[in-house]
T-cell receptor, first 110, second 114 residues
Framework: RKEVEQDPGPFNVPEGATVAFNCTYS??????FFWYRQDCRKEPKLLMSVYSSGNEDGRFTAQLNRASQYISLLIRDSKLSDSATYLC???????????FGAGTRLFVKA | NAGVTQTPKFQVLKTGQSMTLQCAQDMNHEYMSWYRQDPGMGLRLIHY???????DQGEVPNGYNVSRSTTEDFPLRLLSAAPSQTSVYFC?????????????FGDGTRLSIL
């Protein structure tokens, strides 16, 4: 079983749609959690950190459920520019080792 | 405003050759790391360093060596290249390790082993 699992997609949605991505992690000692975005053939870039209380950044909302070892990302009012791969990321091993999920592809169409 | 700089951007090697992928950061970050990214597998941690003179193994360290003689530089050495090492390699840095710190990535090195 992979340490961090994501639905690979692809998710194909129209502009303006709301889309949700899910991620599960296996290590209960995981300490910190992030969502990164990666455009085709580019480097990953931090989208947002994920906190137990949930956090929002504009159209993006991230949630963490430690009991279920589950992380989510909600994108509201999707834009064409949101088309990318979204990577779920977990820090383990005292926070020094970072485990990436394989990513979920999103295509937003006009 | 360079951030994390990786060289080269592309490289083709023959099986058995050795080479060094360079990584430098100008943000005075303590933590640096190397990943490889293969289709369908996401990024996997190869080696990491929490400061000059300190390195440790990640998830897939075999066939790779690292050193950290300065805060700025963290080169990755392939000792004897194998086709299984064909991949995209990313170097990343963060202010400190220990969780809670987002990582900044270089542009990547696309490496092919024939």
């Amino acid at each position: 079983r992979k340490e961090v699992e994501q639905d690979p997609g692809p998710f194909n949605v129209p502009e303006g749609a709301t889309v949700a991505f899910n991620c599960t992690y296996s290590n209960s000692a995981s300490q910190s959690f992030f969502w990164y975005r990666q455009d085709c053939r580019k480097e990953p870039k931090l989208l947002m950190s994920v906190y137990s209380s949930g956090n929002e950044d504009g159209r993006f909302t991230a949630q963490l459920n430690r009991a279920s070892q589950y992380i989510s990302l909600l994108i509201r009012d999707s834009k064409l520019s949101d088309s990318a791969t979204y990577l779920c990321v977990v820090n383990v091993g005292g926070g020094f080792k970072t485990i990436f999920g394989a990513g979920t592809r999103l295509f937003v169409k006009a | 405003n360079a951030g994390v700089t990786q060289t080269p951007k592309f490289q083709v090697l023959k099986t058995g050759q050795s080479m060094t992928l360079q990584c430098a950061q100008d943000m005075n970050h303590e933590y640096m790391s190397w990943y490889r990214q293969d289709p369908g597998m996401g990024l996997r941690l190869i080696h990491y360093s929490v400061g000059a003179g300190i390195t440790d193994q990640g998830e897939v360290p075999n066939g790779y060596n690292v050193s950290r003689s300065t805060t700025e530089d963290f080169p990755l050495r392939l000792l004897s290249a194998a086709p299984s090492q064909t991949s995209v390699y990313f170097c990343a840095s963060s202010l400190k390790g220990g969780g809670g710190q987002p990582q900044h990535f270089g542009d990547g090195t696309r490496l092919s082993i024939l």
